[in-house]
Nanobody, 123 residues
Framework: VQLVESGGGSVQAGGSLRLSCAAS?????MGWFRQAPGKEREWVAS???????SYADSVKGRFTISKDNAKGTLYLQMNSLKPEDTAMYYC?????????????????????WGQGTQVTVSS
């Protein structure tokens, strides 16, 4: 297993959760995606090999992506959670090359994926 997510759970609206993604292989750029039941997978946030971050408009100002290179772990701090944030959250990584701010939101650029962790936000 190359990417393992953790930290999901159930929380009330306005609450916070911190997702983690432990990588067992070298990763360059990494990102978080989510998929709600009956909806398409959507990009949430990414960070590349030089620390550039990018966020979907729906989470900007509420979510923070970070990476601890020493631990090989990606994080997603989620604050002010809303019911519409309810989804399965997936960690993804590109192990081949760094991505630019323009390409780091494209799921096809990521070659390894985790199994997902569920986040449920109740109103």
């Amino acid at each position: 297993v190359q990417l393992v997510e953790s930290g999901g759970g159930s929380v009330q609206a306005g609450g916070s959760l911190r997702l983690s993604c432990a990588a067992s292989v070298y990763t360059s750029s990494m990102g978080w995606f989510r998929q709600a039941p009956g909806k398409e997978r959507e990009w949430v946030a990414s960070i590349n090999n030089i620390g550039t971050t990018s966020y979907a408009d729906s989470v900007k100002g509420r979510f923070t992506i970070s990476k601890d290179n020493a631990k090989g772990t990606l994080y997603l701090q989620m604050n002010s959670l809303k019911p519409e944030d309810t989804a399965m959250y997936y960690c993804a990584a590109n192990t081949l090359r760094g991505l630019t701010e323009a390409t780091m939101r494209d799921a096809s650029r990521f070659n390894i994926w985790g199994q997902g962790t569920q986040v449920t936000v109740s109103s």
